[in-house]
């Protein structure tokens, strides 16, 4: 579960909800992630449909990606950010690590890996890295 409560952070003015929430960094927790991304899907839709179904899964197909990879890679706290922006959804994931993600090969006879960060960049409009003096922002716009 998240550090700390996961509220929506709706902009009064504007009527966009946001969600932010924290965890520990767990393998538990990316269930928690996409969770907390399903949570504010469900508020968004209230306000919103989304253009296509898909956009939904692809939403949570990205969180959950984003969440692995910062357990996996980047040992210890993660904070998720989900915003409404014009067209789209922004997706923030700040963790711990200063190393910038990369493209890794895909090998099945080893077990499968490294496809996240190649269905991340599919499934998105724009991706970013920001590294920071204490890790890294990882920016994703997708349709919604």
């Known amino acids: 579960m998240p550090t700390e409560p ?3 952070d ?8 946001s969600r932010t929430a924290r965890f520990a960094g767990e393998l538990h927790h990316v269930t928690g992630a996409r969770l907390a991304a399903e949570e ?3 508020d968004l839709a209230r306000r919103a449909l989304p253009a296509a179904p898909e956009h939904w899964d692809d939403i949570l197909l990205v969180v959950t990606e984003l969440a692995a990879n910062a357990v996996q890679y980047a040992p210890g706290p993660f904070v998720l950010c989900l915003r409404r ?14 190393t910038p993600p990369a493209p890794r090969p895909f090998h099945p006879s080893r077990g499968g890996g490294g496809i996240g960060w190649h269905l991340i960049h599919t ?13 890294k922002d990882i920016h994703v716009f997708l349709p919604w």
Do not use: K
Not at 85 to 98: E, N, P
Not at 130 to 135: A, I, K, L
């Open 123 to 135: 499934l998105s409009d724009q991706v970013s890295v920001v590294v920071t003096g204490q890790g």
């Open 6 to 8: 996961h509220g929506d």
């Open 10 to 17: 709706t902009l009064a003015t504007e009527g966009i909800p």
């Open 85 to 98: 922006t014009f067209d789209g959804v922004h997706v923030t994931l700040s963790d711990t690590s200063t």
């Open 40 to 42: 504010f899907l469900d």
